[in-house]
């Protein structure tokens, strides 16, 4: 059984289209994440849903935006895409937003923008 | 200043060795510490976390956490080849409600 899932796994796409990254849990988690892990390995937070809420929003350009259906999905959306938005984007989910949680990540969505 | 500083490596380490890998933060009231293993190409996993000054053995794993120097160490007793990954230290805040993580320590051990 596969915790925490993504698809796609891979997105190839040109400059200035939308896609979207769908993330769900099976864990019964009531938090999950949205990461970027750049080129230099460097993950860093982009949101944070507590039960549907967004409690994390990090600096982050406006043509992200996620949205979270019900606590066990959190979906990812960017529009426009540029050259820099090449990265691997990585859920996650933790039973709580305490800072002494867990957080068990997805296999990763790998995005080339062209 | 990063808030989560780590030496990027490589670090190279013969097998059956000791591998000690380092990680320092910038937040005196961080609590919370993390160590996270990755593959290439897959997702980060959790080996362990540490939230008081002191020792915590898992295994071949030890974190060591140092909260007035303001550094977290992870050792591996035993190197294997199969420990060859990029470890993330990770670090929480109260009021923070996120981890920041270090940029990563690349692992080779040689056999």
């Known amino acids: 059984d596969t915790a925490v899932s993504q698809t796609p796994k891979y997105l190839v796409t040109q400059m200035g289209n939308d896609k979207s990254i769908k993330c769900e849990q099976n864990l019964g988690h009531d938090t999950m994440y949205w990461y970027k892990q750049d080129s230099k390995k460097f993950l860093k937070i982009m949101f944070s849903?507590?039960?549907?809420?967004?409690?994390i929003n990090e600096t982050v350009p406006n043509r992200f935006s996620p949205k979270s259906p019900d606590k066990a999905h959190l979906n990812l959306h960017i529009n426009s895409l540029e050259l820099g938005d090449s990265a691997v984007y990585f859920c996650?989910?933790?039973?709580?937003?305490?800072?002494?949680?867990?957080?068990?990540f997805g296999p990763g969505t790998r995005l080339l923008v062209l | 200043q990063k808030e989560v500083e780590q030496n990027s490596g490589p670090l190279s380490v013969p097998e059956g060795a000791i591998a000690s890998l380092n990680c320092t933060y910038s937040?005196?009231?961080?609590?919370?510490f993390f160590w996270y293993r990755q593959y290439s190409g897959k997702s980060p996993e959790l080996i362990m976390f540490i939230y008081s000054n002191g020792d915590k053995e898992d295994g071949r794993f030890t974190a060591q956490l140092n909260k007035a120097s303001q550094y977290v160490s992870l050792l591996i007793r035993d190197s294997q080849p199969s420990d060859s990954a990029t470890y993330l230290c990770?670090?929480?805040?109260?009021?923070?409600?996120?981890?920041?993580f270090g940029q990563g320590t690349r692992l080779t051990i040689n056999p």
């Open positions: 937040d005196r009231g961080s609590q919370s």
């Open positions: 849903y507590n039960n549907k809420e967004l409690i």
């Open positions: 990770a670090v929480s805040t109260p009021g923070a409600q996120k981890l920041v």
């Open positions: 996650a989910s933790s039973q709580g937003a305490g800072i002494q949680e867990t957080q068990y």
